[in-house]
Every structure is written in C-alpha cells, then in structure tokens.
C-alpha cells in the first residue's frame, strides 16, 4: 500500500487518496510502471512529472475554462447563478492561463504512450486558446467534438445566444501515431449501424448523480455527466487501459473508468473533491468482462486477398462480379484479378474505375449471384477467416 502522507486517512489499497501537497519531499521521476486506480492530490503538472513517461493510453482533460464573471449573475427573480467563482478558475490574464495550458500539456505529453490519445474539454473562453497550444507543441488533431446539452442554462441577461455546447478536441501524442484506438465498428454497431458524428446531444449533469454537500449545495460546479465520459472511453479506450485525468474534480472519469473496466489515474489538489470522488468510486460495481470486451475488428482480423475466395472455390473464374444494382459487372481471372473490357486490376480498381471514382472497397461493392441471390463478397471472405481461426485453435 502506498505510504500517505501524516494525517491521511487509510484507504483501500484499490482506491487511494495519495496526498503529495505542500511540505512532502519530492519523489524522484517514476521509472517501472505505474500505480493504477489512485487519486493524487496535489498540483497536476507535479504530479504527471513523477508518472513513468509512455505509460498512459487515454487522458481525459477538463481544465479550468478561465470564465469568470466579472459580477455576479442573477436570474429574472433576482436568484443568484451558482457560478463558476474559485480559485482554480482565476487567472491574470491570457498570456497566465496560456503559460499554465502549456505546462499541463507538456506535462501530459510526456506520459502517453505513443499511440495514446487525449480529449480536453472547454468552452469559448478557452478551447481555441488549447487547440493552438496543442498543435504548437506537437499534438495531432483528430476531431473536434461538439457536446450539445440537451438541457443547457439559458442566457439570463438576454444579450447572447444561449451558450449550449461545449467542445472536446480530439488528439494524438503526434502525425506518426497511426493506431491509436479507435473502436469504430462497436460505436457503429450501437448506433444503428450509422457512423457516430461528432455532434453528442446529451444532458448536463443533474439528479441523482450531482454531488452534493453537506447544505445541499452541488459539490463541484462544473462537474461532468457520466453519459459523456462513457463515450469518450467507449470509444477511445479499452479494458484494461489505463486512463488519466490530471483535472480529476468529483471523479466522473475513474467511477466511469471502474465501471467499464479500465484502470485509472486521478490528480486533483483539493482534498474535500478527491474525498467525495474516492467515496463515490467505491460504490461504483465493474460491469462483466464480457459486457465490456473490446468486440473484434475487421482490421484485427488476418488479412485475405481476393484470390483466396478463389483457391477455395468460393468464386470461380470465369464467374461475374456484380454491384448491387446490376448496373456493373467484372470478370473474374484465374489470377485473382478482375477484368472490365481491356482494364485488369484487383477488386478494388476495377470497382472505382466502373464508377469512374477515384477509389472503391470492391469488398463491399462486388457481389455474386448465388440461388437467385446477390451475396456481398465479404460475406465470403468472411467465411475464409472463419476457416483460418478454426484451424488455428
């Protein structure tokens, strides 16, 4: 069990509150792998310099948003706005919170494993300022992702549109990370076979999950619903992951993260917030391994080349290839190659050059008759791999 600082309160060794603040020695750069499912208080940049460099898969970043209001803000019956008036949310001016954005993301940077990817979060006060300082240091942009709440609060003053969404930034360590996780297909799957776009209309956080004080008061201000880090973990992450959130708040990414079976890093340097997160963390139950697997990837399958369908015989050569609505077709070659008239190419050639496009994935666009029927020649391939797993077991 980690070694807490004097006057730390024990805590299971799976769920730690690991005080490192004012007064504590500073512990030397980690170099073995790190600690995982912990919450470290004290400031984040300190903090992410004492983790092992490339051992992060996925950070998650809701930073401060630099909007403080420059008085208070009432509503029509003169009830005060709840809003966002802490100290970690104050700034001089934009050339400090752009000095402290560079340090964090430096910090976090350094951490990732190369194909490691981040999502931060802000608003109009601060996400244009984060996107620039992420591409100046490095960081390959991936999406902008647009939350729209589906319960936003109005604009009380009437002067502006009411401010409804807010904006994650997408990101890779850098160009050269090419397989970063993304899982595509099972987030395609679970939206009715559609791509998933980069609009999310979800709630703001209220209800049953607001934390609350002890007078009633919500806990943390800007605290995040579940619903959005789910996706976000869902699909930029794995089981058994380890996901990092150097602003770590009332805790949303690690209860989320224990729930989908990822591990967890927490840094947050107040005490009463990392309190209240390792307490609602500990009610958080870990869902079946099954229920979280990561489901296989038509990329993660063994690669099969069109000539294999006819080594197996499941295409013939001499047999024609079809689109879908009898508009194209294409001869099949002994080789494995197609011909349409004097052209000969592979599936995927000929497919784009009937179309007249640029590119084609023959795998989806060419099918064959069988009993009256048009089958997709992946399904075929399909079939192969099939063939390939069940003699490799």
Known sequence: MRTLRAGAS????QI??????????????AIGPPSRDMILVGDCVAEMEKLPAASVDLIFADPPYNLQLEGALSRPDQSVVDAVDDDWDKFA???????FTQRWLVAARRVMKPNATIVVIGSYHNIFRVGTILQDLGFWILNDIVWRKANPMPNFRGRRFTNAHETMIWAARGPEAKRYTFNYEALKAGNDDLQVRSDWFLPICTGAERLKDASGRKLHPTQKPEALLARVLVAASNAGDLVLDPFFGSGATGAVARRLRRSYIGIERNEAYAEAARRRIETVEPLAEEVVATAPTRRSEPRVAFASLVDAGLVQPGERLIDVRWRHSALVRAD??????????????IGALVQGLPACNGWTFWHVERKGRLTVIDDLRADVRATLRDAAE
């Not at 190659?337 to 599936?347: C, D």
């Open 10 to 13: 024990r805590l299971p060794a």
């Open 16 to 29: 730690q509150v690991v005080l490192t603040g004012a007064g504590e020695t500073q512990r030397p750069a």
């Open 93 to 99: 001016d934009f050339a400090e919170y752009d000095a």
């Open 336 to 349: 494995g190659s197609l011909a349409a008239g004097p052209a000969v190419g592979s599936i995927h050639k």
